[in-house]
């Protein structure tokens, strides 16, 4: 009697980059307890989703810039900064201009009430990264810090500039396993 062993496929990085310890995963967990944990506070009181909250960020520190800009710099949909930015306006928070050198562009701006909230938010968000990180040592921020940099950039020259990318990066690995 023949015994037919199970074939057992090796995926790339093997058990370094399983679930619990891949980049992205660890990053979105992260992510999302910082967000529930200020959401907490700017959701009931200036009555904004996590989308809000990021586009009236960008508008903060990036503004006047355009609802685009504020896609970018956030990585939300445009439809989510749309409808945020929509509800910023119905609330006070946001004002549409026209900009002036080029009539064709709107640009958004926070309002006085709009500075006021981001200010509040933007306080509480320092607060609770700062007890965060309070687990490293200043060293290890800094390196930190210089290793979140060269993957951002690399995932920027890599990832956000080619369309599919992941075709380029996975399938040249895969053909090279079938012909070994």
């Not at 500075?115 to 700062?130: F, G, S």
Request: glycine share 4%; net charge positive; hydrophobic share 40%.
């Amino acid at each position: 009697m023949r015994v037919v062993r199970k074939r057992h496929t090796v995926l790339p990085g093997g058990e370094a980059l399983a679930l619990e310890r891949r980049l992205s995963y660890r990053f979105s967990i992260l992510s999302s307890l910082v967000i529930r944990c200020v959401a907490a506070m700017y959701g009931p009181k200036y009555r904004l989703l996590p989308s809000g909250w990021k586009a009236m960020a960008s508008i903060g520190r990036y503004g006047p810039v355009s609802a685009k800009e504020v896609c970018a710099h956030t990585t939300v949909q445009p439809d989510k900064i749309t409808r945020a930015v929509d509800r910023m306006v119905e609330l006070g928070f946001v004002i549409r201009r026209t900009d002036a050198a080029d009539r064709r562009r709107i640009v958004l701006s926070l309002s006085a009430a709009g500075e006021r909230a981001y200010r509040d938010i933007e306080r509480v968000t320092r607060w609770v990264e700062l007890a965060l990180v309070a687990v490293l040592s200043t060293r290890e921020r800094r390196s930190f810090n210089a290793i979140l940099d060269k993957l951002e950039s690399q995932a920027q020259g890599m990832l956000l500039l080619e369309k599919n990318a992941w075709h380029r990066l996975a399938k040249p690995r895969s053909r090279r396993r079938r012909t070994a």
